[in-house]
Structures are given as structure tokens and as C-alpha cells.
């Protein structure tokens, strides 16, 4: 009896039989509950539960077993579904595979031809941007740049071009760079006339007071040396050339051996390259003609000098022979003194065209004495004209009215005569 347990036995019982009444009653209402235990005995009862549990677990394992063994088939249903789904894609690979090494082989021949496509519009391109950059070159001028000495360049190797492609109306003309030389501006052209011209460019505006003042230097100090025959000053970009002219044209200056000339900036450069062009060939023949016109004043200097020469000598000869005679002798001194008169009449008459005509003759063949004459005489005419004021330093004014017109000879003549030595 459950009396003779201590009480955590009994305890212990009784938690056991409340686990068999829930386990086996706990889904039964209190009636259905009543009439299991009225028809059977508790060992009844759990007998018959323990045979259910038995038969439910034999047939649990029947289930799972069978269970199992459909899960086996269908696994390997599902392996074999694997393994040819496996090849079939192994299979599709490998055609997908020819179809793509195809497709690249297709693709790669397509790629070629629009690779060797675009070369070729790639080459057009090219060659239209060359030429649409050559006719740019050509014909627009450039008006940016970096610093003056490029500016500068620009320009100068415009003139170069110019000359090395050659002209028209020569040939054989020479062009040197002279920027990194003292003096000698930019340029030096030869033309094969034996002209030699000195360039200084200007590819700037407005061209400046000091841009002249240097080239002025620069051609004063090349004609001292006489390195060139005529200077150029070539403004690329203005034809305003301050306190000298507007030289639209070729302008020339100092016995036109200075020349200022100009282009107009609205002209393109193959505007401008022809205006130079034109310029150059105007230089050249001008310094032709003015050659030959030289050559033959030269000529006719010599001729006319050659004459004068002749006549003096035979003047100069004579009188010495007279001299002689009229020493030697005392007989027909008187016949002598008059042929002496006349040959110093002569003398004179000849002394006065030479000094008034400036003839450039042998200074040997002159006589002082008879010379001086002629040079006081011209003395007098001027003080006969002068005014009070200019008589005071007359020889100082007298100088300056006569430099352009006299020699170096007269000049020294008369700056040996003392006031004294004439009267007026």
C-alpha cells in the first residue's frame, strides 16, 4: 500500500500515476474515463496500452523502413536524372563551346574588317585635318603666342621661306640670319646684283618709337662698316611707322637707302608673303638702275677729270717752262712776262670752273698761290652778300653756306686766309 512508502516515496508515486493518467486519459472526458476503469483493472488498462504501444512501434518501423526505402529509389531516380542532366549539359558545353569559338572566330573576322574600316576612316580623317591644317597654316596668320621671341620668329621665318623657296626675278639670292649678331638687324639678303640688304622685322602693332631708334643703330652702324648697301624695316602687321611715315608702299629715305614698309593685318598671309615679294623685287631694281646710273656718272667723272687732268698738266708744264725761260733768259722778257699773264689768266679761268663745278681733279696739279686767288675772290662775293650779323665769325658762316657746295681742298684753303689778306 502506498501508506508504507515514507512520504517522497509516496510523493514519487504519486507524480508517476498523474504522468500514466495524463499519458493515457488526458484527451478522455471524466465519463469516458470512468467506464475504462469500471469494465478493466488498472494492469488491464496498461496492459492493453503497452500492447498498442508495442504493435504501433512494429509497424512505425514497418512505415519508416518503407519510408526509406522509397526515399533510396527515389534518390537514385534522382541521381540517375542528375547524371544525364549532367551530360547533356556536358554535351551542350561542348556545342556551345564550337558555337562560341565560331561566334569569336565570326566575330574576330567582322572585328578585323571594321578594325582595318575605322584605319582607314581614322587615316582619312588624318589626312583631311593635315590639309585642312596646311591650308590653315597657309593662309591665316598666327596671332597667339607664348612670349616676344616667338612672336618675333614667326615672322622672320616667313621672310626666310620667302627667300629659300626662291624669286621670281632671282634666283640666286641669299638670305642670313643676323638676330644673334651685334648690329645687322635680322636679316641680310644678297641678291646676286651684288645688293646687299639689311632686314629688321616688326611682327607687332603698333610698332614702337624704340623698335625705329634700334633699327636707326642698327643700319648706321652696318653702313660705317659697310657690311650691306641698304637697310629694310619690314612691319608685318601695320603700315604706321611712327614719326617716319605710313609706308602702304615702299618709302625711302636717306638717299633711298633706308627703305619703311608695311602690310595691312587684314590681308592672309599669302596676301602678305606676295606684298613682300613685291617689295623686295622694287628694292632690287631700283638699287639696278641707280647702279648703272652711277657706273656712268663714275665714267663721266673719269672723262671729264681725265680732261682737266690733261690740261692742267700741259698748263702746269708750260708754265714751268716759262718760269724757266724767263730765268734763263733776259731777251724777250717782256714777250715772256705777257705769255705768263695769259697762262695765269688761264690757269685762273680754269681754277674758277673747278671750284665752282667742284671737279674732283689731281690736287698736285694746282698751284696754291694762283688757287688762293680765286678761292678770296669767292670771299668777297660772299661778304658782299652777308649780312653784319654773319660777318662777325665769317669764317664759322661763310663755312657753313659753302660745305655742301666745296671741296675739302677749298675748305682747307679758306680756313688758312686771314681776314687781313683781303679788303672789301
Request: a negative charge; proline letters at 1%.
Amino acid at each position: 500500500m502506498i501508506e508504507d512508502y515514507s512520504p517522497k516515496v509516496q510523493e514519487f508515486i504519486k507524480n508517476i500515476g498523474l504522468y500514466v493518467f495524463n499519458k493515457y486519459f488526458n484527451n478522455l472526458s471524466e465519463t469516458e474515463i470512468l467506464q475504462k476503469c469500471s469494465n478493466n483493472s488498472v494492469e488491464d488498462i496498461v496492459k492493453n496500452y503497452e500492447e498498442q504501444l508495442t504493435c504501433l512501434k512494429i509497424t512505425n518501423a514497418e512505415t519508416i523502413q518503407e519510408i526509406k526505402d522509397n526515399n533510396h529509389t527515389i534518390l537514385n531516380h534522382k541521381q540517375q536524372t542528375i547524371e544525364e542532366l549532367q551530360n547533356t549539359i556536358n554535351q551542350m558545353k561542348c556545342s556551345e563551346s564550337e558555337i562560341i569559338e565560331t561566334r569569336i572566330a565570326q566575330n574576330d573576322q567582322n572585328h578585323e574588317l571594321q578594325k582595318e574600316k575605322l584605319l582607314f576612316e581614322i587615316s582619312l580623317l588624318k589626312e583631311s585635318k593635315l590639309k585642312n591644317e596646311i591650308l590653315i597654316e597657309r593662309f591665316c596668320d598666327k596671332k597667339d603666342f607664348n612670349n616676344p621671341t616667338e612672336q618675333g620668329d614667326y615672322a622672320e621665318k616667313i621672310l626666310d621661306n620667302i627667300i629659300n623657296a626662291g624669286l621670281q626675278f632671282d634666283h640666286k639670292v641669299k638670305i642670313e640670319d643676323t638676330s644673334d649678331y651685334g648690329g645687322s638687324g635680322d636679316r641680310i639678303i644678297t641678291f646676286s646684283n651684288g645688293c646687299r640688304l639689311m632686314v629688321e622685322v616688326k611682327n607687332k602693332d603698333p610698332v614702337k618709337k624704340t623698335d625705329i631708334d634700334e633699327f636707326e643703330r642698327h643700319y648706321m652702324m652696318d653702313f660705317k662698316e659697310e657690311k650691306v648697301d641698304l637697310a629694310l624695316f619690314l612691319s608685318y602687321r601695320t603700315t604706321q611707322i611712327p614719326q617716319k611715315c605710313k609706308a602702304i608702299i615702299p618709302s625711302y629715305h636717306e638717299d633711298n637707302k633706308v627703305i619703311y614698309f608695311g602690310l595691312d593685318d587684314s590681308l592672309d598671309k599669302e596676301q602678305k608673303k606676295l606684298k613682300i615679294k613685291n617689295c623686295l623685287e622694287e628694292i632690287y631694281q631700283v638699287f639696278e638702275k641707280n647702279k648703272k646710273k652711277l657706273n656712268s656718272e663714275k665714267d663721266n667723272d673719269k672723262t671729264t677729270t681725265n680732261i682737266y687732268n690733261i690740261i692742267l698738266k700741259e698748263l702746269r708744264d708750260n708754265l714751268s717752262h716759262t718760269d724757266k725761260s724767263i730765268k734763263e733768259t733776259h731777251t724777250n722778257i717782256e714777250s715772256l712776262k705777257k705769255r705768263r699773264i695769259n697762262i695765269v689768266k688761264q690757269m685762273n679761268d680754269i681754277f674758277r670752273i673747278i671750284h665752282s663745278e667742284n671737279i674732283n681733279v689731281d690736287k698736285s696739279l694746282l698751284d696754291d698761290k694762283l688757287y688762293r686767288n680765286e678761292i678770296i675772290e669767292r670771299i668777297k662775293e660772299w661778304f658782299s652778300n652777308a649780312d653784319d650779323i654773319k660777318k662777325k665769325d665769317w669764317k664759322k658762316n661763310m663755312k657753313k653756306d659753302v660745305k655742301d657746295k666745296w671741296s675739302d681742298y677749298d675748305l682747307g684753303i679758306l680756313t688758312r686766309i686771314k681776314r687781313s689778306e683781303f679788303t672789301i
